[in-house]
């Protein structure tokens, strides 16, 4: 029983690169999640999506691009990196609204 | 817009001692509230929700009683252990938000033998 895993678990990029961040989940869930945990800001939503090919903006979408071609799957890219996206991203996914979200263990990201 | 506000950390106690946690809510209609609990190193995971007003959540022997009048929703545990060591964050879901979740910035508990 995988659940909903994250790779890589920790990335060191330059700034101006491309980094796409992996989340899948086994559970067939509708719903998944892109969070940023910073100090001081709790957890902000990047993207959501509540099924394949519909995804939708959130809190803080800007410069990252996300894409759902398969239920499981909910990568999340940075086109063009900047030392503001350090950060620990999570995803989450969940059956159905609202509330019960599982998260996954986390990405951790540094941009030099 | 939505928002959730909790009583700024860390926290420290002592083994067996009483903790609460404050958290009061801004949102329109009658959102429903979580507490999630954040262990080092891992993802979040669903410490217990309630969904209408005077509902209380329980878990693990954490609870949380839906305020409605004073738009709160405080965490308690009559007796901590070294193990409920973790960060906690306050959340809720909008009636018009479908599963998407306002965070607090979260509460960080340190509890010492």
């Known amino acids: 029983d995988a659940g909903i895993t994250q790779s890589p678990r920790y990335k060191i990029t330059e700034t101006g690169r491309q980094v796409t961040l992996m989340c899948h989940q086994t559970w067939s869930h509708s719903y998944m999640f892109w969070y940023r945990q910073d100090l001081g800001h709790g957890l902000r939503l990047i993207y959501y999506s509540a099924a394949a090919d519909i995804t939708d903006k959130g809190e803080v979408p800007d410069g990252y691009v996300v894409s759902r071609s398969k239920t499981e799957n909910f990568p999340l890219t940075l086109e063009s990196a900047t030392r503001s996206q350090t950060s620990v991203y999570f995803c989450a996914s969940s059956l159905q609204g609202p509330g019960t979200q599982y998260f996954g263990p986390g990405t951790r990201l540094l941009v030099l | 817009g939505n928002s959730v506000t909790q009583m700024e950390g860390p926290v420290t106690l002592s083994e067996e001692a009483f903790l609460t946690i404050n958290c009061t809510y801004t949102a329109t209609g009658y959102p429903s509230l979580f507490w999630y609990v954040q262990y080092p190193g891992e993802g979040l995971q669903l410490l217990l929700k309630?969904?209408?007003?005077?509902d209380k959540g329980s878990n693990k022997g954490f609870e949380a009683t839906y305020r409605k009048e004073t738009t709160s929703f405080h965490l308690e545990k009559g007796s901590v252990q070294v193990s409920d060591s973790a960060v906690y964050f306050c959340a809720l879901s909008g009636e018009t938000s479908g599963s998407r979740l306002t965070f607090g910035e979260g509460t960080q508990l340190t509890v010492n033998p």
């Open positions: 309630a969904t209408k007003a005077d």
